[in-house]
């Protein structure tokens, strides 16, 4: 059964910093690897899919990057800003136990920029 | 485009009342999948469909119905409703199986 985690659950920085937020998941089995924003109330917001085959993918400030043989990707967010404050989720798309493809959810990062 | 739209945003029911969350996307995907999400876990998958007329469950199938007459709609109905069915429900959709899903805003259900 796929497994994702996301450690930890809640991180706190200064504005400006570099950060990393971490995703791991249990069977390298997938198709892609999507990380998605969240705002308090709101919908998921996509930020960057990573396929299968790739190692990573960037956009602006963003840089996700995915290693399917350790279960790993992280994403990587420069010079953050009081804006950035969110919870974070991963996904992986995979074939479910029942021969469909599903979509399994970390429980995500919350993160809070500090100004 | 608008993309996925929700409707209500919130809405409170009755133990046993039943309701429909509507669902629409125009960006003519063939599929569409309906979450729950809970407070501390991932979002759960309802049911989904591949394209037009036709669905199938996912994980937390029990107490909903789907439908999906046109490729644009994928209305999640609520016979009887339940506490447990408390929770904010989201619709996605996606090109392909392997695109991105691309989520609506949700709706906030409470059952009392």
């Known amino acids: 059964k796929q497994e994702v985690t996301q450690i930890p659950a809640a991180l706190s920085v200064p504005e400006g910093e570099n950060l990393v937020l971490n995703c791991s998941f249990t069977?390298?089995?997938?198709?892609?690897l999507q990380w998605f924003r969240q705002d308090p109330g709101k919908g998921l917001t996509s930020l960057l899919l990573i396929q299968s085959s790739q190692r990573e993918q960037t956009s602006g400030r963003l840089n996700a990057s995915l290693d399917k043989s350790s279960g790993r990707s992280t994403l990587y967010i420069a010079a953050s800003q009081p804006g950035d404050s969110a919870t974070y989720l991963c996904a992986v798309s995979h074939i479910s136990n029942f021969g469909n493809e599903k979509l399994t959810f970390g429980t995500g990062t919350r993160l809070t920029i500090i100004p | 485009n608008a993309g996925v739209t929700q409707t209500p945003k919130f809405r409170i029911l009755k133990i046993g009342q039943s309701m429909t969350l509507q669902c629409t996307q125009d960006?003519?995907?063939?599929?569409m999948y309906w979450y729950r999400q809970d407070p501390g876990m991932g979002l759960k998958l309802i049911y989904y469909s591949v394209g037009a007329g036709i669905t199938d469950k996912g994980e937390v199938p029990n107490g909903y119905n789907v439908s999906r007459s046109t490729t644009e709609d994928f209305p999640l109905r609520l016979e009887l409703a339940a506490p447990s069915q408390t929770s904010v429900y989201f619709c996605?959709?996606?090109?392909?199986?392997?695109?991105?899903?691309?989520f609506g805003p949700g709706t906030r259900l409470t059952v009392l």
């Open positions: 069977d390298s089995a997938i198709y892609n």
């Open positions: 996605a959709s996606s090109y392909s199986k392997i695109g991105g899903q691309f």
């Open positions: 960006m003519n995907h063939n599929y």
